[in-house]
């Protein structure tokens, strides 16, 4: 049986220009972005003793600067193999750099988790689909189980293929495949969050809440 190939990408995130065209686009193809950062603070906030967050694809800092601003008591780790993109975030987190560690490190790596310790929250934004195949979804899902604490979360969304979502099923998973993909990492807990524009949110636990 033949081995899917992986999806190239259309961008080189590891290019500057491409990174700062990817940060101009980002917000305005999808202004409806900053509804799923609102959930994914209101998901951090139910757990007031949260501190430590990892973020896995964090890009230019979007959603990291949406957190920090929400949640003042937080301190995030973000994790991109992207230098470029790290430039960008550090420019847009200029006044919380007190409060956020830079790891460029690729989570398609079988080791990107050693070292980091753990978390409260592991949360990622339209970026799995970077692993350029769905097959992939379900090792990284478990490799965060690695850098989860005791009662941490995971929360992660990302486009998905079917009604309303992308048209390339080798790359995008449906809704059913990204809880499928969950499951099949050993989460024993996992809900849909929202929905809307071809993007979808899941959290997912170790153990039944």
């Known amino acids: 049986m033949n081995t899917p190939l992986d999806v190239p990408s259309p961008i080189d995130l590891l290019s500057a220009k491409d990174?700062?065209?990817?940060?101009?686009?980002?917000?305005t193809v999808r202004p409806w972005r900053v509804e799923f950062f609102e959930c994914f603070a209101a998901e951090i906030a139910t757990n007031p003793g949260a501190q430590r967050v990892l973020e896995l694809g964090s890009g230019p800092g979007?959603?990291?600067v949406?957190?920090?601003?929400?949640?003042?008591?937080?301190?995030?780790v973000l994790l991109d193999f992207?230098?470029?993109?790290?430039d960008l975030a550090r420019t847009r987190l200029a006044s919380h750099l007190d409060r956020v560690?830079?790891?460029?490190?690729?989570?398609?790596d079988p080791d990107w988790f050693a070292s980091l310790g753990t978390f409260d929250f592991v949360v990622t934004n339209q970026a799995v689909h970077e692993l350029r195949h769905k097959r992939y979804a379900s090792t990284l899902h478990a490799q965060v189980q690695k850098v989860l604490g005791p009662q941490g979360r995971y929360l992660v969304s990302d486009h998905h293929?079917?009604?309303?979502?992308?048209s390339n099923t080798d790359l995008y998973m449906t809704v059913e495949e990204h809880r499928e993909a969950l499951a099949a990492a050993g989460y024993r807990a996992v809900q849909e969050i929202k929905r809307k524009g071809g993007m979808v949110l899941h959290r997912a636990s170790k153990e039944c809440n």
């Not at 949406?66 to 995030?76: D, F, K, R, T, W």
């Not at 992207?82 to 790290?86: E, G």
């Open 82 to 86: 992207s230098a470029p993109m790290h």
């Open 62 to 64: 979007f959603l990291a």
């Open 161 to 166: 293929a079917g009604e309303g979502g992308m």
């Open 19 to 27: 990174a700062v065209a990817w940060e101009g686009a980002a917000m």
């Open 101 to 108: 560690s830079f790891v460029e490190r690729s989570f398609k």
């Open 66 to 76: 949406h957190l920090l601003n929400a949640l003042p008591g937080l301190q995030m």
